[in-house]
């Protein structure tokens, strides 16, 4: 039985928000983490996310399996764009995940629009009780606060090179700045294994042609020789039987 999740992926079934919430799932379990930065990171890779891929029924209530994998996911990925606020799953999936998490391992993922327009509300203000020290009672005032999140509003891979990290970091438990910096390192030694491969290729196939020209020569050399042999043999011939004239041209 499967008792932790790394994040729990909430979006409106709609194509947009389906494909990037499909892409973000892929993209985080693939994740790939550089060596250097396993000892420094809370987690030493990314190995689950849950996505629920079926629509909820309208009328009915968050199932069972939704409510426990909220529990057990440790971030909620918000897909944000202008058809979240349209979805009541996401609202309901939202409310249910912090009463068990607070508000700071809610990340979100902006798809399209505006963040202003396409982040819930639950996930832009917070509600705080302060006693007024004139009359002596509470009041409540709505303080803004800001989600963290990563825009897919982009091109696919600059977003996923750009982007994707913010939300990997998180989950990971490491800064994003280390992140990319490691990352850049890793992708820096690999480009120079590469090259390196290239250059060893080329030389052993610059050897191995200039192996073979060498081979090419000798035989081609020695064929020369060969036929040498047997044309004076046959000139030789050829003045034997006194056939002088035939055996110069022959020669």
């Known amino acids: 039985m499967i008792d932790f999740y790394n994040a729990f992926i909430s979006y409106k079934h709609a194509p947009l928000d389906m494909k990037i919430a499909e892409h973000v799932q892929r993209s985080l379990e693939h994740f790939h983490v550089p060596h250097k930065m396993k000892g420094k990171a809370k987690h030493q890779k990314i190995s689950r996310i849950f996505r629920d891929k079926d629509e909820l029924p309208i009328t009915s209530d968050l199932t069972e399996t939704i409510i ?3 529990k057990k996911s440790e971030y909620l990925i918000v897909i944000c764009s202008t058809n979240t606020k349209q979805s009541m799953w996401v609202k309901r999936e939202i409310q249910m995940f912090l009463t068990t998490h607070t508000r700071d391992k809610i990340l979100t993922v902006l798809c399209d629009g505006e963040p202003q327009d396409v982040i819930p509300e639950e996930l832009t203000s ?87 020209r060498q081979q090419i020569k000798a035989n081609y050399v020695e064929s020369l020789r060969g036929r040498s042999i047997n044309l004076a043999y046959e000139s030789g011939q050829l003045i034997d039987n006194n056939k002088r004239t035939d055996a110069i041209h022959l020669a």
């Open 68 to 70: 426990d994998a909220l």
């Open 126 to 212: 917070v509600e705080k009780e302060y006693y007024d020290t004139a009359t002596g009672f509470p009041h409540t005032v709505k303080i803004p606060i800001e989600p963290l999140s990563c825009d897919y509003r982009l091109p696919m891979k600059r977003a996923d090179k750009e982007e994707l990290p913010r939300l990997a970091a998180a989950l990971l438990g490491c800064s994003y700045d280390e992140l990319q910096r490691r990352n850049r390192q890793y992708k820096m030694r690999r480009a120079a294994a590469v090259i390196g491969v290239a250059f060893a290729g080329l030389a052993a196939f610059g050897i191995y042609a200039a192996i073979s």
